[in-house]
């Protein structure tokens, strides 16, 4: 084979590059650095060989070329046979991701369905809703001086929000939490995998039914929108639909629960900055929350596959190569954040990559911003000297899909309940859904959720 | 100054309206940026610095002139 048809002339950048060993997590910083100085771009021959771009610029320039790369995900080989946004492609991934895994036209036009539910002003709605999740989560544990960070405040309110959203009954929303963690951080090959498969299928059966019954009798939300899609000039089919409510479900949990568990433990080290960042709130919040998006990339990249040959970023690509765009170390390059590897609750200029770039932007990031800074300011009024106990605090083993935590137990001095308990909560929260048709697009209702008490 | 927004670069990811809240508004359906109004105050003129420089897009772009 000549060096031009192997490619080997175009890959002479070269890293061996495994983002889902226990290693690239332990040394996510010396690795990031290394190839940031020495291949900001670089071929891997892991999964198959693909590209790897770290540095932002190549990153910014790459992700902003929607011309020549894509999403999709032909499961049934019916175009170009191209794999989606996963490197390597799971064996269990029957369906699309979601318009994720899509490109325009049906792409745009999904998230043109769902962006009225979506933007900031159609997710101020829901503020009430959050505050009042949060305050219930914490009047759980608050008597007795004892919380899980993710078990009892992150794992559950962006979870029972996004169903609320959703238009799902929030009652089931332990149906779906458990198992849509548990799916980012069992290993294929746990004992545990037969049990998590389960619960799978238990929530997939709900999805399904959830579905089925919003098309038989409307009730607003994200569901809603999605059966009455004219997507293309077609009605998509329930497995397409699945898939997308799927995505809005793993965008919408595990995310934040990462993003807010790590800026807890980091604020917990930190006891000075947590202090300066509960007094200064009204200058720093804004700040503050885009470091801990920049530093701890809740989603630390996407795969792309080259749709046509090209040159990007000073490198040749040839259609059908794949490629991994990583938030995570662009958002570590010095050339655009000074003291990449330290947190700067102040930083200014911060173009972090942390909700992607391009026209696959988080459609989520304005829910995120939300409930993280909601939760953040909670803990601090109402549990300010906590301290985390390392011993009992579970990271994600790998950092390949989710930078995420199991658990982040913590003790502070017990302070007075406010009101009622998670459940009794849920069920006014519902009421006030129902009533209210808060899951509306902001379109059809512009004002904000009245919670009752 | 003068402060434009590339409506094809933007994507909504609402950094300069959280920086310069009086200088750009987001767009209730999608949440994409666009200026109040053409000439920046010069009050505002650091803030609007500040977010063409924290643009993920590079969306913002000004030119110098007079208010």
């Known amino acids: 084979m000549s060096d031009e048809a192997s490619g080997a002339d175009r890959r002479k950048s070269r890293y061996q590059f495994d983002r889902h060993t226990p290693d690239y997590r332990h040394h996510f910083e010396a690795i990031t650095a290394e190839m940031l100085a020495q291949c900001p771009l670089a071929w891997s021959d892991t999964y198959g060989g693909h590209w790897v771009a770290a540095g932002h610029r190549e990153v910014f320039e790459l992700a902003r070329s929607a011309e020549y790369l894509s999403n999709d995900h032909d499961v049934h080989h019916e175009r170009r046979g191209y794999q989606g946004i996963t490197i390597p492609t799971p064996e269990s991934m029957k369906f699309q991701a979601g318009f994720l895994e899509m490109d325009p036209p049906e792409q745009r036009q999904y998230r043109q369905a769902l962006n009225p539910y979506l933007s900031p002003a159609a997710v101020a709605r829901w503020a009430p809703v959050v505050t009042e999740l949060i305050r219930a989560c914490l009047d759980e544990k608050i008597e007795t001086g004892q919380i899980d960070f993710v078990d009892d405040l992150a794992n559950v309110v962006p979870a029972i929000l996004t169903l609320a959203m959703m238009g799902i009954p929030l009652a089931h929303w332990t149906i779906y939490c458990e198992p849509t963690h548990a799916a980012v951080y069992t290993p294929p090959d746990s004992p545990d995998m037969l049990r998590l498969r389960d619960r799978q299928i238990e929530m997939y059966r709900d999805m399904f039914a959830q579905l089925a019954a919003i098309k038989e009798q409307p009730r607003p939300g994200l569901i809603d929108a999605l059966a009455r899609a004219d997507i293309n000039g077609r009605t998509p089919q329930d497995m397409e639909l699945l898939g997308v409510m799927a995505l809005i479900i793993g965008g919408g949990f595990d995310t934040t629960t990462a993003l807010t568990a790590h800026a807890l433990e980091w604020l917990g080290e930190h006891p000075d900055q947590r202090e300066r960042l509960s007094r200064e709130r009204a200058s720093l919040l804004d700040s503050a929350t885009e470091e801990f998006l920049r530093f701890y990339t809740p989603a630390p990249g996407d795969g792309r596959t080259i749709s046509a040959d090209c040159e990007i970023a000073g490198q040749r690509f040839q259609e059908g190569e794949r490629l991994w765009l990583s938030w995570a170390m662009s958002n570590r390059d010095p050339a655009v954040f000074e003291n990449p590897n330290q947190i700067d609750l102040a930083r200014t200029g911060n173009r972090h990559h942390s909700f992607g770039l391009g026209i696959h932007r988080c459609i989520g990031s304005n829910v995120a911003r939300m409930v993280f800074k909601q939760m953040i300011t909670a803990v601090l009024d109402r549990m300010p000297d906590y301290r985390c106990d390392p011993a009992g605090t579970v990271h994600y083993e790998t950092i390949g899909v989710i930078q995420g935590m199991r658990h982040l137990p913590a003790a502070f001095t017990p302070g007075p309940r406010l009101g009622a308990g998670l459940d009794e909560t849920i069920q006014a929260i519902q009421r006030a859904c129902d009533e209210q048709r808060l899951a509306e697009p902001v379109t059809v209702r512009k004002a904000g959720a009245e919670i009752g008490h | ?67």
């Open chain 2, 1 to 67: 100054m003068k402060v434009h927004v590339d409506p094809e670069r933007c994507q909504g990811h609402t950094l300069c309206a959280m920086i310069a809240p009086e200088v750009f508004e987001l767009d209730d359906i999608d949440g994409h940026s666009s200026p109040v109004g053409e000439n920046v105050p010069a009050e505002q003129e650091a803030q609007v610095m500040q977010a063409v420089r924290s643009c993920p897009e590079q969306a913002i772009s000004i030119t110098e002139g007079p208010a």
